[in-house]
DNA sequence: GGAATAGTGTCTCTCAGACACTATGAC
DNA sequence: GTCATAGTGTCTGAGAGACACTATTCC
């Protein structure tokens, strides 16, 4: 069977910067779309992947440094006319990171915010809203949100990572409440000391229950 | 870039038949596994497929006669090992139609219950286990199982459509307190006359309307 | 009338949202 | 002590589950 079609994987690194959501962005070094700002992905490589969540691994640790974040398949893109290559696939990973993580930035990398995010080449603002919607409707019955937070953090850390990435407030006692639930916290010795106030207990998540599930959801 | 991927589209179509899931199985006509019952799937046609989706639909129709079903994306599986020809990449869909629809069975197809389904080839058991997740999850929170019945149902039907998906005893009265919220219904004329009892009222589902969500859950 | 299913009313208990309250450490 | 945020208690209304009830048709 004479096939020719292209098989690539893109991710969109997300994570908060600044009480936003971000993604993260490579300039392109070969064509098609040279020099533009593009999601990271690459080529899968037969020889060097196990599978596509192999080359998702691979493309963020060359593209940008990042070793083991939390990684999802979000959704494939397939298609004559989304390469002008040709036919081609591309499956689409989405990975959170800690804000802060991407520190020592090389010139070929960049962060934007998803709200307002300008024009990308391919079909990567498809994807881009893809996989921000699906992160969004994920955060409302789940712990996702969390892994944008450093290893340790406290429970208003928590909450507005999970109001940024949902984008509206929430009640601070009926969040605390739900928390509790699904024990997927537990708090660490240490305590944070910011600020002339009561200083916050720290809590990391729990290494046996990475991703919780809420029952319901949690804002209506 | 020498990738040699073997692209390839697989669907995973439920019904319901005799009051349980099943899965349509085609035998295969070719190698490998040439004469073993597996999922309707095939290549990516490059010149005749706008996409996937595309492709999936070609696959539903050349292979069981079906023609605008639901179709939905599923996921992707790939690596090296899942398919004896090489490095393989699966585009996943699944597809409910209603029971009945695939009335006039060629020897080539045949349906099997998804609970206890026999050892399938390539990776088709596992992506039979997703989608049948999917559904299962997906039919807590939305319209989903309504596709699996004929144009017009009864809310008993309905409601037994929903305990098929999901495995567990509804409530009546609460079923209805909660279709009545998401007015994806409407009421024909016509109304079910069987049996020595008070006839039912037939509904439809309204064109404008074809997937509608519920904000929380089912069942508990 | 009886049988059988269609369809509705109502009670209770849980829980989410709202909001006020107490706790505690920096200064 | 004050300030600022951490953290908790409580009221209320909406809704899910349970279950009993009425309605309507065929026989």
Known sequence: VEQKIIATVDVVLLTIIEDRLEVLLVKRAAEPFAGRWALPGGYVHVEEDGDALATARRVL?????IVSPYLEQLCTFSGHSRDPRGWSVSIAYFALVPRGALAPQKSSVCLQAVDGLAQLPFDHNRIVDAAVA??????GYSSLPAFLLPETFTLTE???AYEQVIGTTLDKSAFRRKLGLLDFLEPVKNR?????????????IRKDRRLALF??????
Request: without cysteine; charged residues 30%.
């Open 61 to 65: 640790e060359q593209k940008a440094g």
């Open 134 to 139: 699906r992160v969004r409707s994920k955060a």
């Open 158 to 160: 928590l909450q507005q």
């Open 192 to 204: 944070s000391r910011t600020g002339k106030h009561r200083p916050a207990q720290l809590f990391r």
């Open 215 to 220: 029952g319901r959801t949690l804002a209506s």
